[in-house]
């Protein structure tokens, strides 16, 4: 399913129109990690400003994740995990990849335990096509259906789609401090 990102903004009288129009950039597969897609859909700093004109997300910021009280919306695809790896996959590749398109979060992946991450974030995550698991540490997970809101506070965590079926996911991350317990 191709996306379309639309952007709002003021004209210079104040009224409001459409800045921009088309296609969500960096939405396309990944090509090491095929059914893959992640694309960074806007991201603010912290303390944002609603400018006359808007400006954000034209290009990959340093970071996708977002400093504390900042904001990063992405738009993410998992494919099922029995879909085949291409015979020539190269996991390197596949790291380099997620590290580039999604900087800043693809450096938290844990190589040890493929999948797992954490981040300085609150993030509210809304499933919107099929079904995926939310696992957790020591083996606790939670299935999520279509429509299914999950809400992570700062959680070690990772996907997985034991479906058959591709399971797309909206992503609001929140940036926050970490509380040391």
Partial sequence: M??????????????SEIV???PLPGADEFVHSPGFSAALIWR??????????????ASL??????GVGGTS??????????????????P??????????????????????PGFHRTDTIDYGVLLEGEISL???????TR???????????????WRNTSNKPARMLFVLVGAYRSQA
């Fill in 92 to 113: 390197l590749a596949a790291a380099a990849e997620l590290c580039a398109r999604l900087p800043g979060l693809g450096e938290r992946f844990e190589a040890e335990n």
């Fill in 20 to 22: 921009s129009e088309g």
């Fill in 61 to 66: 910021p340093e970071s996708v994740i977002p």
């Fill in 135 to 141: 696992e957790l540490d020591e083996g606790r997970s």
């Fill in 44 to 57: 603010t700093d912290p303390n944002p400003d609603i400018a006359t004109r808007a400006s954000g997300a």
């Fill in 73 to 90: 919306a992405m738009l993410v695809t998992f494919p099922p995990e029995s879909q085949p790896l291409p015979l020539d996959f190269d």
């Fill in 2 to 15: 191709n996306a379309n990102r639309i952007i709002t903004g003021h004209d210079s009288r104040g009224l």
């Fill in 144 to 158: 999520l259906r279509q429509g299914d809101v999950v809400v992570q506070l700062g959680t070690r965590h990772a």
